[in-house]
């Protein structure tokens, strides 16, 4: 029998996560492993019971995609590599997205096709370090290095991360009189909406408005437009986690180690 890890994320149905836990089946396939995939709904209870349901079911460690995960949590040595944006204190293995650099170099590239009035649509809360947090940062941050003041009435806030709240931002960004001519959105789930929300209005990607998503998922090269991404290296995140996890099953005494995953910036019709 092979060895199993777990993969516990919070929506299978999301692409972003239905792609990935594809991705982390085949590199475990490669090595000879199985995967056991759960979701979490990115609740925090459900994450707990992920890692004790892990023990208890004896699968050999666990990748999980942590949202709420309090890092002070009891684990008792169990293998865990984490999977997210938040600060872990350096406790397990951890692989982030490139949040900021990503986000940055997304609003660099709206700059350099002449985009001015820039739109982030992102989520609510900015007191805490989420996701959506460090790709505002990372908005801000490009903005400010190109002499651009971020304004807060270009900041839209999401109603839910779906295509659903995309498309109301989106419709909400067409009904504004703010002259906004790019928008980077919190995802390519998000930027998809968005794109719909502006053409229930009459306005043309990207003739009117440039857009462009975060996180590089297989849909966002089919939609129509071609949806413009932050591309990060997936298939380099699913090796490199199960490389952590696997040497952790191995030694437990390991120091943890934390990694961001490379990215490229992928130019699509929306932003051409």
Known sequence: MRPVIGLAVPQIENPYYGMLADLFVEEAEHRGWEIAIEQTYGVAAREAAAVSQSRSLHLDGLILAAVEFDPSWPTKGYPIT????????????????????????????????GCRRIAVVTGPELDR????????NGYRTALERHGIRP???????LESFSLQGGRCAGQR????????????????????GIMRGLHDR????????????FDGIR??????????????????????ALDLVIS??????????????PFTVIARESTS
């Not at 790019?182 to 390519?188: I, P």
Request: charged share 25%; proline share 5%; aromatic share 4%.
């Open 82 to 113: 984490m999977l997210g944006e938040q600060d872990l204190g350096g406790r397990f293995d951890h692989i982030m997205m490139p949040n900021e650099a990503g986000a940055a170099a997304a609003t660099e590239h709206l700059i350099a096709r």
């Open 129 to 136: 370090l989420t996701v959506a947090t460090r790709r505002y």
């Open 151 to 157: 304004d807060p009435d270009l900041r839209i806030v």
């Open 173 to 192: 960004i067409a009904d504004f009189d703010r002259g906004i001519d790019g928008v980077v959105a919190l995802t390519d789930i998000v930027a998809i």
């Open 202 to 213: 009459g306005v043309a990607v990207p003739d009117d408005v440039r857009v462009i998503g």
């Open 219 to 240: 849909q966002s090269e089919h939609c129509v437009p071609a949806l413009s991404t932050v591309a990060a290296d997936h298939r380099w995140m699913a090796a490199r």
């Open 248 to 261: 952790r099953i191995e030694d437990r005494a390991l120091p943890p180690n934390q990694f961001t995953a």
